[in-house]
């Protein structure tokens, strides 16, 4: 119950401020409003839904400097879970991992960018799991879901063209990606995880200052809307 609605919200299926009442969520859902009840109290732990004395459960509203927050909590935590994944893994895991990134390079190549997201996201939930760390592995599969929430909404900034006057490829850098998640597993078999602790800290780098592009969803401090701008990932 609480997956589902957690996925609903990070969708856009409900939007910042929008309510939540259990009746209406119990008949989409097809459950009692019980179970409900208990999910959008995880969720208002986590972050996704406020609760309002009068106005009852919304989804939440994330500021900007929330968004920046989550930023450089994610360039802290995913080093150390690499770093750990790479003196606590199992050969299950690398079996995965090896797997997603064999995909990962095909659809790349391919320029199949569409299905990168979710390849992406099993290789870091796979990734945390392997730290060993069952806490460490919530909070950054937690953070992943969160980050990706806030900067649904936000409007996308045109990259900046080169030298030369040419947009990035993203096919390029989607192979790049590729590459650099599979030179971290390669860290992490080896059990080195000083080299898996810096090629993750340079791959989250590169990853969150995409998001850096990017505004925060609106948030609204009265009746009027105003854009933020700032941080991403």
């Known amino acids: 119950m609480c997956t589902a609605i ?7 299926a409900y939007e910042p401020g929008s309510r939540l009442t259990e009746e209406l969520l119990a008949r989409r859902y097809g459950v009692s409003r019980v179970p409900v009840r208990e999910a959008l109290r995880t969720l208002e732990s986590e972050g996704f839904v406020t609760t309002r004395r009068h106005a009852g459960a919304c989804v939440a509203r994330p500021s900007e ?38 995909l990962g390079r095909e659809r790349a190549q391919r320029g199949q960018l569409g299905e990168l997201r979710p390849l992406a ?42 030298e030369d006057g040419r947009r990035p490829d993203l096919t390029a850098r989607a192979v790049e990606s590729w590459a650099e998640h599979g030179a971290l597993v390669d860290a992490v078999a080896r059990g080195d995880a000083e080299r898996a602790r ?27 809307s105003v854009n933020t701008a700032s941080g991403r990932n």
């Open 6 to 12: 957690r996925d609903d919200i990070v969708s856009g």
């Open 65 to 102: 400097r929330e968004a920046a927050d989550l930023l450089d909590i994610r360039a802290l935590l995913e080093p150390l879970g690499a770093a750990r994944a790479a003196q606590r893994r199992t050969e299950a895991h690398l079996k995965v991992l090896r797997g997603l990134v064999r």
């Open 121 to 162: 996201d099993w290789f870091h939930e796979t990734l945390a799991q392997a730290s060993g760390s069952p806490s460490l592995a919530g909070m950054l599969v937690q953070l992943r879901r969160k980050t990706a929430w806030v900067y649904a909404a936000a409007p996308h900034r045109q990259p900046a063209p080169a």
């Open 198 to 224: 810096a090629l993750a800290a340079a791959h989250t780098e590169r990853s969150l200052s995409e998001y850096r592009l990017r505004r925060p969803v609106p948030v609204r401090t009265s009746k009027h």
